[in-house]
């Protein structure tokens, strides 16, 4: 009976007793074992990490990977603009909540709702100091329930123990910066060279992006994307109170100079950039615990050439006032021109089979602040000038896409008009490119086009396959521009960025860049890596690689392998057709095709085969060569890290020579290798400068013998040949049919009449080309050519052979499309006139008609079909019409004008 009395009882103390060791079970699991601030900055040393060459030998060893250059401030030695930054960014109600944030958790939770994924973590800046201080690695990397209550549970804690200041102070001096920084002070030195104390608003706004993905806004390795984080940074201030949107315009637009305080350290560009992939292949928290041997892929005597390389050819840009130090064997310019200011360079070499990066240079000093020498020019966008044009060539030699894009293949045989050209752009205005030189070149082949980087026949090669092509192959070879992005022709279109307003300061604007046909002569950005990337494909037989530094990660006792390259890239499909690399690879080591352009024994010729190419910015203020040999692909970048334009330094003088330099000496001790051909070429032979069969196969009896073209030439076979490569199926199949005979009065240069005395005749032999090459001609004086007055079937189809055959039969080549004329009122009208030129692509059987505004203006004869209209106000449209041989009506495609 007692015991049945006493039950009741017992009941309540029993729960209370479970409750109390549940409780305190409960606290030991969510309770840390101190909470002390000098223990929370108390960091016991850990082993370093050691970044070595492929050999070995030491580029540099983080003493404490956790920050090296840790160095805790007091809240009150941070900058204002710091603090409000890392608030607006990660926390802005820090100051409000008890260390969780119930309002930020809830929109984090809706969002990730939404999203169907984690895109939010509704962390507050409390609970990450409870994460990155308090929780063991292991605990950080688990995503459970119990990690996020023993994560809220610290958070409280801490807000209980601490003030928010010491919060904020305790967040500022750990948080991990990137690029071996712990605190905002070793962040400072790390990426500008500055104490804390010394930022200013827009650097504070860029350092306060990084914590979120120090790998993936690393400015010294990605500039732009640093800058679009410091946009959103400055954007939240605005949002929160924090900054007016005119002051976070001004820093937002405010140049930056990046440089670090000296350290120890070999081939720092490299070494920062192996950082960046390190993170992307261990978790952070397995790099802060130290313990490990990097192996990478440079070469340490490589890349000790590159340097010095880099170093001498600079300074010899430079006139002697403006050279820094001498350097042993380095020479300054005495007589070179101030403006010139070529300061800046950066070189990368990989090899071509595998993407291993063997030499990085990313500037001539990394610790220069006047030249931004942290920044790795390497991994900048810039535009490549011409360096670009081989994509755009191997996109129109390719069998395979032409024949899925319904137009014929060309060759390196296939004839280009180099004239004065006008094409049609999405945004109206005419395009009208210049080759460098400013001269036409008149007709030419694609081999020689691409060895003297002409850029017309570059942008008619362009227009002929399509810019999403281009993009197309770049994408393939590594190039990340966005398909998609093509304009409907001319130049390329890049992004405006409108400064937001102050509640949409954070909201990215649409950048997507509009490419049109000024991208074959650089019109859009690339990274020196990514396009020397792109020519590694073109020496290993079309099969892209990726670039890669880091070869191998073990623990320092070699015991574990955490991480191993793989070796090789054959296992990837081409992204070229390997006989068509090997086309582009064989003009561009033609060292006797360029020397119209660039002389012979140039700066891309070497004691071995090898291709290169260079390419110069219209505006001077980038100039790149690339080349390779079948064992090493180098490209350079000469120019400045601010953008100032060069003077007069292109790629030939700038970059070149440091190209060649670097490759004689990388290549002293190994033996010469030519480029292996594919199988799947012929070899045919051709007329040199047509690109047809040089006479009939045996029996054809389409030349067998001469014929008259004219009472006084006959067609006789080519005088000069050569042999070209071709894929099967694209061999030319027409026999030339251009160059003939004629007898000529050797006093005048003209045609002999019957009154010219026969001592004085003498025959001489001429390329005939058709109608469209007369101004040209004309403006030449060339010996040897000569224009036929209309363009008949037998003559000229070496000049229509490129583009001519798809073009429409009859073309109005003058005024511009979409050409904008002003009327001078100092002028009389007489003296403003326009000239409306035809081209017709076959003999005329009927007159043409020249139509204004759709109404008859006047007959269009030969030889140059050209009438003369006077500017009047408005928009005008113009288009000729005549019949065909077949009786149906053919008309050109009318175009407009506007006059004002």
């Known amino acids: 009976m007692r015991s049945r009395r006493l039950r009741p009882l017992l ?19 969510l ?44 809240l009150d030695e941070i900058p204002h603009a710091c603090r409000a930054a890392t608030l607006a960014t990660e926390d802005a109600n820090f100051y409000h909540h008890p260390g969780v944030d119930p309002i930020a958790i809830a929109r984090a939770a809706w969002l990730n709702w939404r999203a169907g994924e984690t895109i939010s973590g509704g962390s507050t800046l409390t609970q990450q100091l409870a994460r990155n201080l308090l929780l063991t690695q292991e605990e950080r990397q688990e995503r459970t329930l119990r990690r996020k209550l023993r ?42 060279g500055v104490h804390a104390a010394e930022l200013d608003l827009a650097q504070c706004a860029l350092l306060a992006g990084l914590p979120q993905s120090p790998a993936q806004y690393n400015p010294i390795e990605n500039p732009d994307a640093a800058r679009g984080r410091q946009a959103v940074v400055l954007g939240l201030m605005v949002r929160h109170g924090y900054l007016a949107a005119a002051e976070a315009e001004d820093a937002r637009r405010e140049a930056l100079a990046y440089a670090s305080t000296p350290f120890p350290v070999r081939a720092p560009h490299f070494v920062m950039w192996t950082l960046g992939r390190l993170e992307t292949l261990l978790p952070a928290e397995r790099i802060a615990a130290g313990d490990l041997r990097v192996t990478t892929t440079l070469d340490l005597d490589w890349q000790a050439a590159a340097e010095q390389i880099v170093a001498r050819r600079l300074a010899q840009l430079r006139p002697c006032t403006a050279a820094p130090d001498p350097l042993p064997g380095v020479n300054c310019d005495a007589d070179a021109d101030p403006a010139r200011r070529a300061e800046n360079a950066a070189l990368v070499a990989l ?57 014929a293949a060309w ?10 050209t006008a094409f049609a752009t999405a945004e109206g205005a005419p395009y009208v490119p210049n080759n460098y030189d400013r001269i036409y070149h008149g007709p030419v082949t694609v081999r020689q086009a691409l060895a003297n980087s002409y850029n017309i026949p570059a942008v008619k090669a362009l227009d002929y396959v399509g810019v999403e092509e281009l993009i197309d192959m770049a994408v393939a070879l590594g190039i990340p521009w966005q398909r998609g992005g093509a304009s409907a022709g001319g130049q390329a279109r890049q992004p405006v960025a409108q400064p937001p307003t102050a509640d949409q300061w954070s909201v990215p604007a649409d950048e997507t860049p509009r490419y049109g046909l000024s991208l074959t002569l650089g019109g859009g950005e690339v990274r020196l890596l990514d396009l020397t990337a792109a020519y590694a494909a073109l020496a290993n037989a079309g099969r892209p690689v990726e670039p890669y530094g880091i070869a191998r990660v073990t623990t320092l006792d070699g015991q574990e392998v955490l991480f191993e390259a793989a070796r090789s890239a054959d296992a990837r499909p081409p992204a070229i057709d390997p006989r068509v690399a090997y086309l582009i690879t064989d003009i561009l080591s033609d060292d006797h095709a360029r020397q119209p352009a660039f002389g012979a024994g140039s700066v891309l010729e070497l004691d071995r085969p090898a291709a290169a190419k260079t390419g110069t910015t219209t505006d001077w203020r980038d100039n790149w060569t690339l080349g390779y040999t079948p064992d090493l692909v180098t490209g350079v970048w000469v120019g400045n890290a601010d953008n100032t334009p060069m003077k007069g330094v292109s790629g030939v003088s700038g970059a070149g020579p440091i190209w060649h330099d670097f490759m004689l ?12 051909v594919p199988a799947g070429l012929a070899q045919v032979e051709i007329c040199a400068d047509s690109g047809l069969l040089p006479e009939c196969p045996a029996g054809d009896a389409r030349c067998a013998a001469p014929r008259p073209v004219t009472p006084d030439a006959d067609i006789i076979a080519c005088p000069h040949r050569r042999l070209e490569y071709f894929i099967p199926g694209t061999e030319p199949v027409e026999v030339d049919r251009s160059h003939v005979r004629r007898l000529i009065d050797v006093r005048t240069g003209e045609p002999a009449t019957a009154r010219t005395p026969s001592q004085y005749i003498a025959p001489q032999t001429f390329w005939l080309l058709p109608p469209e090459y007369a101004a040209w001609a004309r403006e030449q004086r060339l010996a040897g050519i000569a224009v036929a007055e209309t363009q008949g079937p037998d003559i000229g189809l070496a000049a229509r052979s490129a583009a001519a055959d798809a073009a429409a039969p009859l073309a109005l080549v003058s005024p511009d499309p979409q050409r904008t004329y002003r009327i001078d009122p100092a002028l009389p009208a007489s003296a403003q006139e326009v000239p409306v030129t035809v081209l017709p692509r076959f003999e005329p059987r009927a007159e043409i008609i020249l139509l204004v505004d759709d109404a008859p203006y006047g007959t269009l004869t030969g030889p140059d079909f050209t009438a003369w209209w006077p500017l009047t106000r408005g928009r005008h449209t113009f288009e000729a019409v005549t019949v065909g041989a077949d009786g149906a009506p053919i008309r050109s495609e009318k175009i407009v004008v506007y006059v004002e």
């Open 151 to 192: 994560e809220a549970w610290l958070a409280w804690r801490l807000e209980r123990r601490y003030s928010k200041d010491e919060l904020l102070a305790l967040y500022l001096n750990t948080t991990y910066y990137g690029h071996f920084a712990a605190g905002i002070e070793a962040a400072s030195q790390a990426y500008f």
């Open 411 to 420: 060759t390196a045989a296939t004839l280009i008009a180099d004239l004065r």
């Open 31 to 74: 309770l840390p074992r101190r909470l002390d601030p000098a223990d929370l900055l108390y960091r016991p040393a850990i082993p370093s990490i050691i970044i070595a060459d492929r050999q070995g030998r030491v580029l540099y060893e983080a003493i404490d990977p956790r920050g090296n250059k840790h160095v805790p401030l007091a």
């Open 665 to 676: 000496a990388v290549h002293k001790d190994r033996p010469r290798s030519a480029f292996a």
């Open 351 to 407: 090899d071509p089979a595998t993407g291993a990066v063997v030499a990085m240079v990313g500037s001539p000093d990394y610790f220069d602040a006047s030249i931004s020498g942290a920044l790795n020019a390497s991994l900048s966008l810039r535009q490549p000038g011409s360096a670009i044009k081989p994509l755009t060539y191997a996109a129109a030699l390719d069998p395979a896409r032409a024949s899925r894009a319904g137009r």
């Open 11 to 29: 009941r309540p103390s029993a729960f209370i007793a479970l409750a109390l060791v549940l409780g305190w079970a409960l606290f030991g699991y």
